[in-house]
Every structure is written in C-alpha cells, then in structure tokens.
C-alpha cells in the first residue's frame, strides 16, 4: 500500500511554469513506476508522464513534450513534474499515479494501482 499526496497546483498565466509534487507513503517508494495524469472537465482521464522506479526511462504524451518534465526523487519519495510554457488547453486536475510494475510501461489509469486526491491546475489568458 502506498499513499500520494499532490501539491504545488494554481492559477497560472499562460507562458507561465509551475512545478507539482507528489509526496508518497507507506512502502517503498522505488518499488513503483510513477506517472502524472490529467482530467479536465467533460474529458476522460489522460496520461501525462510516466518515470520508471530508478528516473533512467521516462514518458511523455505527445501534447507535453518539450514543455513538461517528470522526475524522481526515492530519498525524499516524492515525483515531480515541471511544467514550463503553460497553454490554456492544459487546464486540468492533474493526479499522480503509482504502478506496482517498476518500469513505466502502461499509458492507460487501469495500469496503476493507486492514486492521490488530485491538485488543480488553472491556465488563464
């Protein structure tokens, strides 16, 4: 059992950067591949970024790529993601996930086992 924790979410610019953390509990943290997810409203859950349990192999979708940034801290049991060049369209809950599988292979929410309460993420004009 794990349990996650997200901060660092807010009211943004567009252009502007924000930087979310996930803090876990319970065991350890580098057992688990971590990932950032996203739901906006009337939309399905998407995933954003995925690490694997060591921060050597990464994943990103398409619409983040070059913007955004996951890492991993196993010291401090905690995942980031940077977000840099905020748009509009990326106005979202963002939810970070862990996946019992260490490598970061699945994409979809039925590939992770558990998830944080979320933390809102507002880009405005």
């Known amino acids: 059992q794990v349990q996650l924790v997200e901060s660092g979410g807010g009211l943004v610019q567009t252009g502007g950067s924000l930087r979310l953390s996930c803090a876990a509990s319970?065991?350890?943290?580098?057992?688990?591949?971590m990932a950032w997810f996203r739901q906006a409203p009337g939309k399905e859950r998407e995933i954003v970024a995925a690490?694997?349990?060591?921060?050597?192999?990464?994943y990103y979708a398409d619409f983040v790529k070059g913007r955004f940034t996951i890492s991993r801290d196993n010291a401090k049991k905690t995942v980031y993601l940077q977000m840099n060049s905020l748009k509009l369209e990326d106005t979202a809950v963002y939810y970070c996930?862990?996946?019992?599988?260490?490598?970061?292979?699945?994409?979809?929410?039925?590939?992770?086992?558990?998830w944080g309460q979320g933390t809102q993420v507002t880009v405005s004009s």
């Open positions: 319970g065991r350890t943290f580098s057992d688990y591949a």
């Open positions: 996930a862990a996946d019992r599988g260490r490598f970061a292979n699945s994409r979809t929410v039925e590939g992770y086992d558990y």
């Open positions: 690490v694997n349990w060591s921060g050597s192999r990464t």
